[in-house]
């Protein structure tokens, strides 16, 4: 039986910032992670000697004296992270059918850039940053402001696809400002404005690459935890949740027993409460919780290239067929895919030939449902053709952009929903949790203090997936133990 002040199940990103900040103010923390890596989303893995990322591919907000960079400094991870900085005068560059815009860095360079591809657009590129500008400063937390109350206001019911559609009469550029909408499965009836102009805010203010991927986060962060007396355990997956008196008793599937008078899931919400013995939350909570839509999934394709035969992009592609943009989300069966996120990840400081590509697409969870149950390595020819047949057409999509890229491939493997899902915990294989709806904002917002005294939730579902959202989402959670404004101020006086 283990014993600690403050114990953490799951080990993502806000699971580990909750452990060190936790940590760092004296209490003792056992993070519980039922995989044999710690990270989540922030896990590498290996194929044939070259690594791939799991989930985080790019973080904004780094450049001394910005947001993300501030709390990392807090957290132990600023300086002691391999980052480089994309192309200022275009990050991510989206392509409509034949056509490429850059999404440029800095405010200023944002507007000249896209401009110069719409010159007639000006003052309509000018009012989305001028919005993006005005919803960042309504929440005070990406902006190193402490405020009590519920920040964001009206901007939380306000619909991002309305929002840009309403610019300008030229689709093409409403399609280009909503051209990186994969990074928050953008959703033309559902997604809140705050979201898409919050992630929005965090790449153009600077916008980074992870040298060796973003597993380095995690062992930074693990190594700072136990440092400082806490312990991170692996193979360790949660089963039983009681409480009695000041005490949470966790049980686990290997028959171990840890107590603590403080709790943390870092699990998504649904899959906690599956956990909790009956009676511990109301039967409506549990049944408003569980039954939250969740955001679309994803199928990837990793790619080993031939050494010297594929440029090294310092940016990211964002392909669509058309400017139609909001479509993709949804898109299945023979309209698939309609879209792709493309990067070439970054494995030395210096590169000029690409060794690895990652490609994502949209795919919704039906497409694999029938082979749900089935487990990973298990699920039979069948599975193996689909995802050879999904693979081939996606690269044909592909090709149009890069002609002759399937020539330079070496080797390549594909993951789906199921994979996905098996690998992070994320139901369906969810990309970014709980999905936010601007029609209908509290039922879909999970706070991070439950009914449950000392019982409380971290991680994307929170606040905002990604890498500042999910650290803002942290802060948060630790604010409900330690006090906010203590908190903000501390994080300051770094």
């Not at 960079?69 to 600023?78: D, E, M, R, S």
């Not at 993006?132 to 019911?157: D, Q, T």
């Not at 698939?336 to 400081?349: A, D, I, K, S």
Request: charged share 20%; glycine share 10%; with cysteine.
């Amino acid at each position: 039986m283990e014993q600690f002040d403050v114990v953490i199940i799951g080990s993502g990103l806000g699971g580990l910032l909750c452990g060190y900040i936790l940590g760092r103010e004296g209490f003792s923390v056992g993070i519980l992670e039922k995989h044999t890596q710690t990270g989540g989303n922030l896990q590498n893995f290996t194929r044939q000697g070259h690594s791939f990322d799991t989930g985080i591919h790019y973080i904004g907000s780094m450049a001394p004296g910005q947001t993300l960079h501030q709390y990392w400094k807090f957290a132990g991870l600023t300086g002691k992270l391999n980052i480089q900085q994309l192309d200022v005068d275009g990050f991510d560059r989206v392509t409509l059918g034949e056509a490429e815009y850059p999404l440029a860095q800095g405010f200023e360079n944002f507007i000249e850039r896209l401009s110069s591809c719409f010159p007639d657009e000006r003052q309509a590129v000018a009012s989305f940053i001028e919005r993006i500008l005005v919803i960042s400063k309504s929440f005070p937390l990406y902006n190193l402001e402490f405020s009590k109350g519920y920040p964001g206001g009206i901007h939380r019911a306000q619909n991002a696809y309305n929002f840009i559609e309403s610019l300008s009469f030229n689709p093409r550029l409403a399609g280009v400002l909503a051209g990186n909408n994969f990074l928050y499965a953008g959703n033309k009836h559902k997604t809140p404005l705050y979201i898409a102009a919050l992630i929005n805010h965090s790449f153009i203010s600077s916008a980074w690459r992870l040298e060796g991927g973003s597993r380095q986060i995690a062992d930074v962060l693990v190594q700072g935890i136990i440092e400082q007396g806490g312990r991170v355990f692996t193979r360790v997956e949660v089963t039983g949740i009681s409480h009695e008196g000041d005490e949470f008793r966790l049980e686990t599937k290997e028959g171990e027993e840890f107590i603590s008078s403080i709790l943390i899931s870092n699990t998504h919400p649904s899959s906690t409460l599956k956990m909790l013995a009956p009676g511990l939350l109301k039967k409506s909570y549990r049944q408003r919780v569980q039954s939250l839509e969740n955001s679309v999934s994803s199928f990837i394709l990793n790619i080993i290239l031939k050494p010297g035969t594929f440029p090294y992009l310092n940016y990211n592609i964002h392909y669509f067929r058309n400017e139609k943009v909001w479509t993709s989300e949804s898109s299945k069966g023979a309209r698939w895919p309609e879209n792709y996120l493309m990067y070439t990840p970054l494995h030395g400081p210096v590169e000029t030939y690409a060794r690895t590509i990652i490609i994502m697409t949209y795919m919704q969870f039906d497409e694999v449902r029938k082979w749900e149950v089935s487990r990973q390595g298990k699920r039979g020819k069948d599975y193996l053709a689909f995802k050879q047949e999904r693979t081939e057409r996606l690269l044909n999509l592909v090709e149009k952009k890069f002609p002759g890229l399937k020539a330079c491939i070496e080797y390549s493997e594909a993951s789906t929903p199921l994979t996905y899902r098996d690998y992070t915990g994320s139901p369906e294989g969810s990309l970014y949790g709980i999905s936010k709806d601007c029609n209908d904002t509290l039922m879909t917002t999970v706070l991070p203090r439950t009914k449950i005294p000392n019982f409380f939730f971290t991680g994307q579902n929170i606040s905002l997936h990604g890498a500042l959202g999910v650290t803002i989402g942290a802060l948060l959670t630790c604010g409900e133990i330690l006090g906010m404004e203590y908190l903000m101020h501390k994080i300051k006086q770094v």
